[in-house]
């Protein structure tokens, strides 16, 4: 049993260049320690290069981002729609928003803006799931170990947020612009990109990057450092079991739900800034302390959560179908041996 345990670790130090008698050591290393029972997932990530785990860590985030996002587009419209106005949230409002849209502009648009956001979300989730395996492994100090400490957790989910949301900004404020306009006025993402670049200069382009980037810390945070605890409290109690798909998506929806929950405000502060040149706010929203006094005066601190109801519903959706859909993608790449550590390049 000990050496079933100790083998896959094999090919993890032997590809950073160690002796046989390095190999020997770790092996025995090893043996002797039962601190931690790991998802048997871990052991075919043990037997993938690094490089080859950037790959398809990059390849699994782009489906797990495009299937979430599609799945909760309509409500993430109708949830925009309420964050960028004055009305009231109510789930009666939401529904009649969703209902008018389609009567209207029938039952597609309900996606309305969903290409636009699929250009953002697919190098958004690709670049923060491969950020984070990358985060974890230069925080590890232990590389036999699945899971990092606590705090080191919420660091390494915080750190891959703020670099996807720094690395893909402009898209998602272009998205947002398509999200609360008709057809009409903004086509397509370029000609949302023409436009604001034309008529407000490409600064506008970050404006509300601020906000994005201080609310990715605890929403981030928060997500991975949950959904990691939960799976390392199943491997424990379940002996080292992979969790299945709905253990995974409840597993995600309550990391979703506390995600949400933390970084909500700014979420808030972020559209308003966004789309405020689309709603004739454009002189308003300047900063996140003036949106924040502008907000909180006309509509009081639940002005700040408004449409959060609307979030615990299709955030854990959102954040549940996205780590599931990671997570299984992953393993099935990862599955394939082209992308195992070949035993000459270790021997």
């Given amino acids: 049993m000990k050496s079933e345990k100790a083998e896959p670790i094999i090919p993890e130090i032997a590809m950073r260049g160690a002796s046989v008698a390095d190999v020997q050591a770790k092996m025995a290393e090893c043996e002797n320690d039962d601190s931690e029972i790991t998802h048997r997932e871990h052991e075919i990530n043990l037997k993938v290069s690094n490089h080859n785990k950037i790959i398809t860590s990059l390849i699994a985030g782009a489906m797990a981002g495009a299937v979430a996002k599609t799945v909760i587009a309509p409500l993430d419209r109708t949830k ?14 939401a529904i009649l928003f969703l209902m008018d849209t389609v009567k209207k502009e029938g039952v597609s648009k309900l996606w309305r803006g969903n290409s636009a956001t699929m250009v953002r979300i697919i190098p958004y989730a690709s670049i923060q ?58 086509s397509n993402l ?86 405020a040149g689309v709603t004739g706010q454009g002189n308003k929203y300047t900063s996140i302390s003036r949106t924040v006094i502008l907000v909180w005066g006309s509509e009081g601190w639940r002005g700040l959560y408004k449409g959060l109801s609307m979030n615990w519903i299709k955030g854990p959706i959102a954040v549940g179908t996205s780590f599931t859909v990671y997570d299984i993608s992953l393993h099935w790449l990862r599955s394939f041996t082209y992308f195992h550590i070949e035993e000459e390049d270790w021997t």
């Fill in 190 to 275: 370029w000609s949302v990109f023409r436009h604001i670049v034309r008529a407000e200069g490409p600064a506008t382009l970050y404006k509300g990057f601020t906000p994005t980037v201080l609310g990715s810390i605890p929403y981030s945070g928060a997500s991975f450092f949950t959904y990691e605890t939960l799976k390392k409290w199943h491997a424990g109690y379940c002996d080292g079991r992979d969790p299945t798909p709905i253990e995974r998506m409840a597993f995600g929806a309550v990391a979703g739900l506390l995600g949400q929950s933390a970084s909500y405000p700014l979420d808030i502060v972020r559209r308003r800034m966004q789309t």
């Fill in 80 to 93: 925009i729609n309420f964050q960028i106005s004055n009305k009231q949230f109510s789930f009666r409002g």
């Fill in 129 to 186: 799931y491969a950020a984070h395996e990358q985060y974890k492994r230069l925080l590890s100090t232990d590389k036999r170990k699945q899971h990092l400490p606590p705090h080191l957790r919420f660091l390494a989910g915080s750190m891959a947020g703020v670099t996807s949301s720094s690395l893909t900004y402009p898209l998602d404020l272009m998205r947002a612009r398509m999200a609360v306009t008709v057809k009409a006025q903004y």
